[in-house]
């Protein structure tokens, strides 16, 4: 008797844990390695070339052809030199061939020159562009790290480096593909060989002065590129300027910190707000202290840097519309204002 009551309770333990038992999760992989991707460099070689005059040699992006006059036009760094019929300038192919060049357009504020090279159409590739990018995508950069100048480093015509897009700015990212002396003015690709933009600067930290953060290195966006092509294709010699004014971003605290008598209608929101007006000149006094930023040309203005994109690429003679919210001391209230800005010299 004792046997068969043991075995009804075996049988009703093994009944309760199978009612409870829960359905086994397979997981097939914890950590999947990121497959590698093979990058399409042809059309990004064949868009790039090596540029020298005198002791320099710097990196060239083709970015534009012109049938009717069989030109090529390239960007390249501004230190290349001045626009001038003594400013002639050899462009090497991947090929190592070279072809003579000159330069017809400077922008010294975004660090970029403008090369016309008459080549065979064969010569040389324009490679499409591509506006969108995101942090942390695959990239790659076609330069001439070293100076092919009395050197053994034609071979170098050309290198392609890889690295990740590692941060974006309102006309600029940062890349961990590394810059070499001679690579300003290469172009960075995604891996289909879509062009992002050109290498200008590596980066530097500001904690000890201009001490390079190795492998770091700052690109102009390819629609700030074309920005200053055509502006350099039409003008030549690009004048830029400033508007005369520093501002920061101001939020709550900030009036525990600083000497600035900073008002503000809602202390919940940041605001660009203009601390120092440096030079009347180029705003032509319409811009005063302590006037809080809305907009630029329609377009909301968040943070400081967002100013960039309207200052870097503007021309001596531009108009430049602001909303601007200003104290009225005798309302004891804001007034909205809108305020068309002239750049001048």
């Not at 009717?68 to 192919?93: H, M, P, Q, T, W």
């Not at 403008?114 to 995101?134: D, G, Q, R």
């Not at 092919?148 to 990740?164: D, E, F, H």
């Not at 030549?236 to 008002?263: A, F, P």
Request: charge should be negative; glycine fraction near 8%; proline fraction near 2%.
């Amino acid at each position: 008797m004792k046997r068969i009551f043991g075995l009804i309770l075996s049988a009703l333990l093994i009944f309760s844990l199978s009612s409870c038992k829960t359905e086994v999760i397979k997981v097939d992989k914890i950590y999947v390695e990121k497959e590698s991707t093979e990058i399409d460099s042809s059309n990004a070689i064949k868009s790039s070339c090596a540029i020298t005059r005198d002791s320099l040699t710097f990196s060239g992006t083709v970015i534009d052809y012109d049938s009717n006059d069989g030109a090529f036009y390239i960007i390249s760094y501004s230190e290349l030199g001045a626009i001038s019929s003594k400013n002639n300038v050899k462009v090497y192919s991947e090929t190592g061939d070279y072809y003579n060049g000159r330069i017809v357009g400077v922008d010294s504020k975004n660090s970029m020159s403008l090369v016309k090279v008459n080549a065979p159409k064969e010569s040389f590739s324009v490679v499409k562009a591509k506006n969108s990018i995101t942090p942390g995508e695959d990239v790659f950069t076609v330069s001439t790290p070293l100076s092919i100048i009395n050197s053994n480093y034609k071979s170098c015509i050309n290198s392609v480096t890889a690295g990740i897009i590692s941060g974006i700015g309102p006309c600029t990212f940062t890349t961990s593909a590394t810059m070499n002396p001679c690579s300003y003015g290469g172009g960075v690709y995604d891996y289909s060989g879509n062009f992002l933009g050109i290498l200008y600067d590596k980066d530097y930290s500001s904690v000890e002065g201009r001490l390079n953060n190795e492998g770091m290195t700052h690109a102009i966006l390819a629609e700030y590129v074309y920005k200053s092509y055509e502006d350099m294709k039409s003008l030549g010699d690009v004048k830029r300027t400033s508007l005369g004014i520093t501002v920061v971003q101001w939020h709550k605290g900030l009036e525990n910190l600083t000497d600035y008598d900073v008002k503000v209608p809602d202390y919940d929101y940041t605001y660009v707000a203009i601390t120092e007006v440096v030079d009347v000149g180029n705003s032509h006094g319409n811009l005063q202290r302590y006037d809080l930023i809305d907009y630029i040309n329609g377009v909301k203005v968040y943070a400081n840097t967002d100013i960039s994109v309207f200052i870097n690429y503007a021309k001596v003679g531009d108009t430049l519309n602001f909303k601007i919210k200003r104290y009225n001391d005798r309302t004891l209230s804001f007034d909205d204002l809108n305020v068309d800005v002239v750049l001048s010299k």
